[in-house]
T-cell receptor, first 114, second 109 residues
């Protein structure tokens, strides 16, 4: 089976712009979660989608949003980018909700905001 | 603050030795998972242990869970240079997964 894929792998944006990141889960997986990883804050949970519905959300401002499509692919959007949004954004897929299943991570999208 | 906290923050051992790292958490959990991250392969799932389990094995990995102490340990036996990586515990509760800050393991050949 193919693993979790994320596009793009690297992205450079300027403050105030918006960005959309994409994640394709492992075939058959219905849950997609997003995480932000930074040296200072570590790995922080953004949100989880299951069957096209957002099931859980972390403590991030409303500028961070996401959605999941009927084929389980997910996108994450960040509007009005700030310098502090520079991070590695990781997507993880699992068979079911994360409370019960292991997660498989993609390689991440490295976002740099200048 | 993070739900899971790993201890020690950094660990350096010789190839062939065992490595033990610990994870403590604060609230009740559904399960606890251990992951490894290195620059070459990204974040890789190692093992999942459910709240009603006390010990699990996978190859050279042994994980224990003590829910009364809200702690878990990961033992890597007969370590190899390829085990050099950061190791994270992640707790799942109420549908959310929370990662600790990680233990950086260096295995010297």
């Amino acid at each position: 089976k193919a693993g979790v894929t994320q596009t793009p792998r690297y992205l450079i944006k300027t403050r105030g712009q918006q960005v959309t990141l994409s994640c394709s889960p492992i075939s058959g997986h219905r849950s997609v979660s997003w995480y932000q990883q930074t040296p200072g804050q570590g790995l922080q949970f953004l949100f989880e989608y299951f069957s096209e519905t957002q099931r859980n959300k972390g403590n991030f401002p409303g500028r961070f949003s996401g959605r999941q499509f009927s084929n389980s692919r997910s996108e994450m959007n960040v509007s009005t980018l700030e310098l502090g949004d520079s991070a590695l954004y990781l997507c993880a897929s699992s068979l079911g909700q994360v409370s019960s299943y292991e997660q498989y991570f993609g390689p991440g999208t490295r976002l740099t905001v200048t | 603050s993070q739900q899971g906290e790993e201890d020690p923050q950094a660990l350096s051992i010789q190839e062939g030795e065992n490595a033990t790292m610990n994870c403590s958490y604060k609230t009740s959990i559904n399960n606890l998972q251990w992951y490894r991250q290195n620059s070459g392969r990204g974040l890789v799932h190692l093992i999942l242990i459910r709240s009603n389990e006390r010990e699990k094995h996978s190859g050279r990995l042994r994980v224990t869970l003590d829910t009364s102490k809200k702690s878990s340990s990961l033992l890597i036996t007969a370590s190899r240079a390829a085990d050099t990586a950061s190791y994270f515990c992640a707790t799942s509760n109420a549908g959310k997964s929370t990662f600790g800050d990680g233990t950086t393991l260096t295995v010297k050949p």
